[in-house]
Antibody, heavy 123, light 107 residues
Framework: QVQLQESGPGLVKPSETLSLTCTVS????????WSWIRQTPGKGLEWIGY?????????????EYNPSLRSRATISIDTSKSQFSLQLASVTAADTAMYYC???????????WGQGTLVAVSS | EVVLTQSPGTLSLSPGERATLSCRAS??????LAWYHQKPGQAPRLLIY???DRATGIPDRFSGSGSGTDFTLTISRLEPEDFGMFYC?????????FGQGTKVEVK
């Protein structure tokens, strides 16, 4: 069974960088695409971005992001640890949300999700 | 970006009843549409993709239909575990977007 687990700080200060990691088990991280999605009461569910075409040997992949994040997001991968990560720079209170990682079926649907991690942006 | 509008906002039904949820796209997404179910405190769960294909392990009381801009999720007979929020998501345009959700609550 595919499982994903988010981890990272639950509180980030304004203007700093939010950093989260998703650990994948039950599936080869090199064989699929992987996304980050967030959810707020006000804006609902928002796709942040994904990493795909993962190269195990170079520990890298291609990425694509939601333009709404104005280039603040960066997704990276560590195939040796079966993890992928999200960094979101220059955060504000508007970035307070539940953050989910998910398996992304070739830029279509999201078929397995982590349980989510709540991140608050506050001084 | 493609805007998805779900209706109604809330559906009040009893177990055993039929639920019909709507999702309308601001432009055609062909059949590139998925549906998810979310219970309080849990992540969304994929129900339907390709507008009408059930995901693995999803019971056949869930069915999806539609193409272009108008889509429907039908739950033939509501079970107690079916209540909660339902979201549509499109992948016919970039970026991928979600609807604002329909809450199915116990009447």
């Amino acid at each position: 069974q595919v499982q994903l687990q988010e981890s990272g700080p639950g509180l980030v200060k304004p203007s700093e960088t939010l950093s989260l990691t998703c650990t994948v088990s039950g599936a080869s991280i090199s064989s699929y695409h992987w996304s980050w999605i967030r959810q707020t009461p006000g804006k609902g569910l928002e796709w942040i971005g994904y990493i795909y075409n993962i190269d195990h040997s170079s520990n890298s992949g291609s990425t694509e992001y939601n333009p709404s994040l104005r280039s603040r997001a960066t997704i990276s991968i560590d195939t040796s640890k079966s993890q992928f990560s999200l960094q979101l720079a220059s955060v504000t209170a508007a970035d307070t949300a539940m953050y989910y990682c998910a398996r992304d079926r070739a830029s279509t649907r999201f078929d397995f999700w982590g349980q989510g991690t709540l991140v608050a942006v506050s001084s | 970006e493609v805007v998805l509008t779900q209706s109604p906002g809330t559906l009040s039904l009893s177990p055993g009843e039929r639920a019909t949820l709507s999702c309308r796209a601001s432009q055609s997404v062909n059949t590139y549409l998925a549906w998810y179910h979310q219970k309080p405190g849990q992540a969304p769960r994929l129900l339907i993709y390709g507008a009408s294909d059930r995901a693995t392990g999803i019971p056949d009381r869930f069915s999806g239909s539609g193409s272009g801009t108008d889509f429907t999720l039908t739950i033939s007979r509501l079970e107690p575990e079916d209540f909660g929020m339902f979201y549509c998501q499109q992948y016919g345009g970039s970026p991928r977007t979600f609807g604002q959700g329909t809450k199915v609550e116990v009447k």
